[in-house]
Structures are given as C-alpha cells and as structure tokens.
C-alpha cells in the first residue's frame, strides 16, 4: 500500500463528486488513501451599524456548504470503496492557491473540470486550471465519463526525448489497468501544409517529418516497452493541432496523459486547449 495519498478536491456540485469518484477508485487501484479537501473561499463578515449582526455571516455560510460538500464526498467514495481509507480536511486561503498546495507530497490531485454557481464557483473550473498547470504532482481533471471502460490509456509526446516523468505515469497507468497504450506525437506546420480547398496535394516535408519523428519515437518506446513488457504500445505520429488531436484522442480512451514544464515556462496553450475540449479525464504531468 502506498503511504502517499490521492487527494480530490470538491465543492459540492456534481462535477466535482465525479472527481471524487474517479479519485477513489484510483485510490483503490493503487492500495493509497483517499484524502478530500475543500477550499471554501472566505468573504469580509457582514455586520450591522451597531458593530454586530444577529444573522449569519457569508463566510460562515459558505464554511457550512464547504461541510455538507465533505460529508456528502467522503459517503459517496465509502459507498463506491467501502474499505478505502478516507480523510477529509477544509482548506484555508485562497481557493486556487489552496487546492494546488493539497496535492504536495501526493500521488496525484484530482479536481473536477467546473464547479457550481455563487460563490463555490471559485473553488473548481479556473481554479482547475491553475492546479493543472501549477501543483507539483500529477493533476488530473475529470470531465464527463461514458461509463464504459475502454481499457485505453493515451499519452501526448511533443519533444522527441518526450516527457520521462508523463511516459512513466502513462505506462503505469496502462500496466494498472491492463489496458493497451497509445503514445501520440502530433504537430502543426502551416507552413508545410500546402493544401487548399479542393485540393489534396500535401508538402513533401511532411513525408519527411513524419518519418523522422515517427523513427525517434520508435526508438524512445523501445526502452519503454523493455520496463514494461505486459503493456500493449502502439504510436502514432499525426500532422494536425496537437490539441484537437488530444482532445479527440480523449473520446476514446479512459485517461490522455499530457507532460508539462516548470511553470516558469507557462502553461502551455496545448493543455489548456485539451482541458478545455476533453471528452474525458485529462492528467498533466509535471517534469521530473
């Protein structure tokens, strides 16, 4: 069993208990604790002319939904994994700031892709974002689920050597679920793509690019494969928007990997794009 935890963030709305739901049973698939948090963002207290109020302040009324939202997280993920061992924790501060400090020293953070109205929605949708391009452990945002297990892991490989660390999470994400993985190397050149309305002819670079790029990523899997041997890979190297690429790649799989950099690099259009058009669970990679 894993010492570290799997953290999920939630604020109550049904996005995010999907969130909670994928996070505990990938608590379950890896023998790891489950620990849900909530960041309820706080608000100057309301008080009367005479320096008190006899009503309920904002902040403590959002610190009551931040309640409810733990309780009815924590008894949905016990249903779905009755021996999984559970924690919850509120949150202090700012919520994007918040939700992205939980996930230090964990497995992974796992946030819903939007939250509900009024003030919760604060703690997930842009704050989503942020922790998915700034946490230092893997971030994965769950969006709408199918329900069917397609047994497919995705992973995206922009630079040639690729991401070690978002290879590794990718194959053992892959060997967990026995499922088959799929790594994609697509690019965009405009260009290079000659072709117009109507007509098919395509540059011959891209004949070229193609090859090489497929040639490198042979040889990067190579190794890969070796480290784990029981997981079907097959690559495909795509001309088109790396973003539509991954997006549409995310219809068909249960997981798309993506590898991210310091965030002294920015966050990168590509993953926002992907997060932004993903059909299903997205998870961005820090590099080791």
């Known amino acids: 069993m894993s010492a570290k935890p799997i ?39 309301m008080v009367s002319s005479q320096g008190h109020s006899d009503y309920q302040t904002v902040s403590d009324i959002i610190r009551a939904e931040s309640n409810v939202a733990l309780t009815t997280a924590a008894a949905r993920a016990a ?66 689920e199918t329900g069917t297990t397609q047994r497919l892991i ?9 991401n070690t660390a978002a290879l590794t999470f990718a194959f053992e994400e892959a060997a967990l679920r026995k499922a088959s993985l799929v790594v994609v190397h697509a690019w ?41 041997p029981d997981v079907p890979v097959s690559q495909d190297v795509v001309h088109g928007h790396p973003a539509r690429t991954l997006a549409g790649l995310s219809a068909r799989a249960d997981l798309v ?12 259009a590509v993953i926002h794009a992907v997060l932004n058009h993903a059909h299903g669970p997205v998870v961005t990679v820090p590099s080791s």
């Not at 309820?40 to 207290?45: D, F, H, K, N, Y």
């Not at 995705?154 to 690729?162: I, L, Q, S, Y």
């Not at 990997?257 to 990168?268: T, Y």
């Open 154 to 162: 995705g992973v995206g490989v922009g630079e040639p050597e690729g």
């Open 188 to 228: 965009h050149t405009p260009q290079l793509d000659m072709s117009r309305a109507g007509d098919q002819f395509t540059a011959p670079g891209q004949d070229v690019l193609k090859t090489d790029a497929g040639r490198h990523l042979e040889a990067l899997l190579n190794d890969w494969r070796e480290k784990y």
């Open 7 to 45: 953290v999920a963030a939630t604020d109550g709305s049904e996005e995010s208990l999907r969130a909670v739901d994928w996070a505990a049973r990938e608590a379950v698939l890896r023998g790891a604790p489950l620990r849900i948090v909530s960041a309820a963002g706080q608000l100057p207290r």
């Open 79 to 144: 249903k779905l994994a009755p021996d999984l061992l559970i924690d919850t924790d509120h949150l202090d501060g700012a919520p994007a700031e918040a939700v992205t400090e939980s996930g230090s020293g964990a497995l992974m953070l796992v946030v819903g892709s939007r939250g509900v109205g009024a003030f919760t929605a604060m703690i997930l949708g842009s704050v989503s974002r942020y922790a998915a391009t700034h946490a230092s452990c893997p971030v994965v945002v769950v969006r709408d």
């Open 257 to 268: 990997v993506l590898g991210r950099h310091a965030v002294h690099h920015g966050p990168g």
